[in-house]
C-alpha cells in the first residue's frame, strides 16, 4: 500500500543528485528483472496455452495462459503491479468468447472494493488529524518501564492500529516514535546502545503491523480479496463480525508468541531497566496538547464504524430488531463503510472555515493502485469460473486424494508464504485463491477449508525485507540487518503455519461452519 510521509520540520529537500552505487546497481539489477519478467510472462503464457489438454475448453486454456502471463508480470514487476491488473480489461474480451467488457470490468466495482475504499478514508482521516499516533503513544505509554515491556507495548499499539489502518502508513508512522526510545537508550548508556533491545524493537514493529492486520477483512489487501472472491464466484458472504471471529483470536495468540521469540528467545535485552523510557513516551503525548475537535470527531466516526461493522449482521439476524426494522439486512459491511466515508466529508470540525473532518486533497491520496489490483485480480478469478478452468483443476486433483486435509492446509500456506517473501501478498492470494478453490471443489472439501489459509499466509511473512512493506521499512532504518531478519523470521514463519493449522481446526470451524 503507499504510504504518507511522516511528518517532520519544513525544510530544503535534501540534495539527491548524486545517488550512492549501491542504488544504481540495485537499479539496474530491477531494470534487468523487469525485462527478463516481460520475454518470460509472454513466452511461458504461449507455453502453457499449447501444453494444456484439450479436455479443457479454448477459453480454459486461454484464462490459464492470461494467469501466467500476470503471475510472472507480477513476480518479476515487469511493468508496475497495478497496470498488470489492467490486463484483464485488454484479453478476455479480445480472447475469450463469452466475455465482453461489460462483463470483465464488473469485479473492478466488486463491493468489498468501496468496503477497503471506506476503510482507507477512516485511515487518512485518523491519520490527517493524528489520532493514531495519539492512540499508539497511549498505549507504549501505558506500559512499564522495562525494555521487554515497552517493546510489548509497541507491538499492541502497532497491531491494533493496523486493523483499520494499513501496515505500511503504521510501520511509518510507529518508527520514529520508536527510534526516539532507542536514542534515549544509547544516551543513557554512554553511547553504547543494547543491540539486542534495538533489533526487538525494529522487528517487534514491523512484525505487529502484519499480524494486527490479519484481524479484520480491511486490514490486508489478501483478506479483501478473499471475501470477494468467496461472494462473487461461490456466493459465500464473510461479514466484517464474522471474520474477526477467526482473525482476532490468531492475531492475539500470535502478538503474544512473536513477543516471547523476540524478547526472551531470539534477542533478549541486556538491559533490565530502561529509567525515563515511559516517560519519554508520555513527554511525547503531552507535547500534542489535548485532543483537538477534529480526533473527537474521528475518534466518535471511527468506534460508530467499528461497532457497526460488528453488531449490524446480528441484530438484523434477531426477530426483535430485525423483524421491527426489516431493511437492515440489506445493509452491508460495504454500505457501512462508504456511510462513513460520506460522513467524514459531511461532519465539519471548524464550520466557520468550511474544514470538515476529510477533504478531498488527503483522501486523493488514497492508494489506488491496491483497488486496481484487487479489480484486476478478481476478474482474472472471475473467468477461472465463467471458462471451466476451477472444475477442470479440481479433476486433475485425484492423486491427492488420500493425503489428510491438514497436510494439504499446511503445505498450501507454506508455499504461498515462501512466495510471499518475494513478491506482493495481493498478487500472490489473486493468483493462489481461484486455485485453491478449484482444488478443494475436486477434493470434495468445502472451499474455504484451503482458500482462507491461503489470504492467511500472504499476510504473514516475516524473513527478508521485501516480504512486506513493514519489513522494509524497519531495514530502511539501518538498524536491521537481513541476517537477524531471517535469524528471528523463520521462527515466526514455523510458528505462523502452525498456528494457520490451529485456526482453521478451532475458531474457522465455528465461524464458517467447516466440517472437521
Known amino acids: 500500500m503507499s ?9 530544503p529537500a535534501p540534495d539527491t543528485s548524486e545517488e550512492p552505487a549501491s542504488t544504481t546497481q540495485e537499479d539496474a539489477g530491477g531494470l534487468v528483472r523487469r525485462r527478463v519478467g516481460l520475454v518470460l510472462g509472454l513466452a511461458l503464457a504461449v507455453v502453457v496455452y499449447l501444453v494444456l489438454p484439450d479436455s479443457l475448453s479454448g477459453d480454459g486454456r486461454r484464462t490459464a495462459a492470461v494467469a501466467t502471463l500476470m503471475a510472472v508480470w507480477w513476480m518479476t514487476e515487469a511493468i508496475p503491479i497495478p497496470a498488470t491488473a489492467l490486463v484483464p480489461l485488454v484479453l478476455f474480451p479480445v480472447l475469450l468468447t463469452e466475455a465482453d467488457i461489460t462483463s470483465v470490468a464488473a469485479p473492478y466495482a466488486n463491493e468489498v472494493i468501496f468496503l477497503f475504499m471506506g476503510g482507507f478514508m477512516l485511515a487518512m482521516a485518523m491519520q ?14 501505558s506500559v512499564g518501564g522495562s525494555p521487554v515491556m515497552l517493546i510489548a507495548g509497541f507491538m499492541l499499539a502497532t497491531a491494533f492500529i493496523t486493523m483499520w489502518v494499513s501496515n505500511t502508513a503504521t510501520a511509518v508512522m510507529m518508527m ?47 483478506n479483501a480479496f478473499m471475501v470477494g472472491f468467496l461472494a462473487d464466484n461461490h456466493g459465500i458472504s464473510i461479514g466484517f463480525g464474522q471474520w474477526m471471529v477467526v482473525g482476532v483470536p490468531l492475531a492475539v495468540v500470535f502478538l503474544v508468541i512473536a513477543w516471547l521469540v523476540l524478547t526472551f528467545l531470539v534477542y533478549p535485552p541486556r ?5 525515563g523510557g515511559r516517560d519519554l513516551v508520555r513527554g511525547q503525548l503531552r507535547e500534542m496538547g489535548p485532543m483537538s475537535r477534529g480526533e473527537w470527531t474521528v475518534l466518535v466516526v471511527f468506534v460508530l464504524a467499528a461497532l457497526s461493522w460488528i453488531t449490524i449482521p446480528l441484530l438484523a439476524d434477531t426477530e426483535t430488531v430485525g423483524g421491527a426494522l426489516p431493511w437492515l439486512s440489506s445493509v452491508d459491511d460495504a454500505g457501512i463503510a462508504m456511510a462513513v466515508a460520506v460522513a467524514l466529508f459531511l461532519i465539519p470540525v471548524d464550520a466557520r472555515n ?42 486433475q486433483v485425484g492423486l491427492l486424494g488420500g493425503v489428510p486435509v491438514w ?109 472437521a
Open 407 to 515: 497436510v494439504l492446509i499446511l503445505a498450501v500456506a507454506a508455499l504461498v508464504l515462501l512466495l510471499t517473501e518475494l513478491t506482493s501478498n495481493t498478487a500472490t492470494a489473486s493468483i493462489f485463491v481461484p486455485v485453491m478453490a478449484g482444488v478443494a471443489l475436486g477434493m470434495g472439501l468445502d472451499i474455504m477449508t484451503l482458500v482462507v489459509p491461503v489470504a492467511l499466509a500472504a499476510s504473514l511473512a516475516f524473513m527478508l525485507p521485501v516480504a512486506t512493506p513493514p519489513n522494509a521499512i524497519v531495514f530502511g532504518t539501518g538498524y536491521i540487518r537481513i541476517g537477524a531478519m531471517v535469524k528471528a523470521g523463520v521462527w515466526l514463519n514455523l510458528i505462523a503455519l502452525a498456528l494457520i493449522l490451529a485456526t482453521m481446526y478451532s475458531v474457522a470451524l465455528a465461524a464458517f461452519g467447516l466440517s
Open 176 to 222: 520514529p516514535i520508536a527510534l526516539s526510545v532507542l536514542t534515549l537508550v544509547a544516551r543513557l548508556a554512554d553511547g553504547k546502545a543494547d543491540p539486542n533491545f534495538g533489533t526487538a524493537l525494529m522487528l517487534g514493529v514491523a512484525y505487529a503491523a502484519s499480524i494486527g492486520s490479519v484481524s479484520t477483512i480491511i486490514g490486508t489487501p489478501p
Open 3 to 11: 504510504t504518507e510521509s511522516p511528518r517532520g520540520p519544513d525544510g
Open 128 to 141: 490527517r488529524w493524528d489520532l493514531h499516533r495519539r492512540i499508539a503513544l497511549s498505549v507504549v505509554g
Open 354 to 395: 468550511g474544514v470538515p473532518a476529510l477533504d478531498w486533497q488527503t483522501a486523493a491520496q488514497l492508494p489506488w493502485g491496491v483497488l486496481l489490483l484487487f479489480g484486476g485480480g478478481l476478474s482474472l478469478s472471475a473467468q477461472f469460473g465463467d471458462t471451466g478452468l476451477s472444475d477442470w483443476i479440481g479433476e
Open 271 to 275: 538491559i533490565k531497566e530502561l529509567p
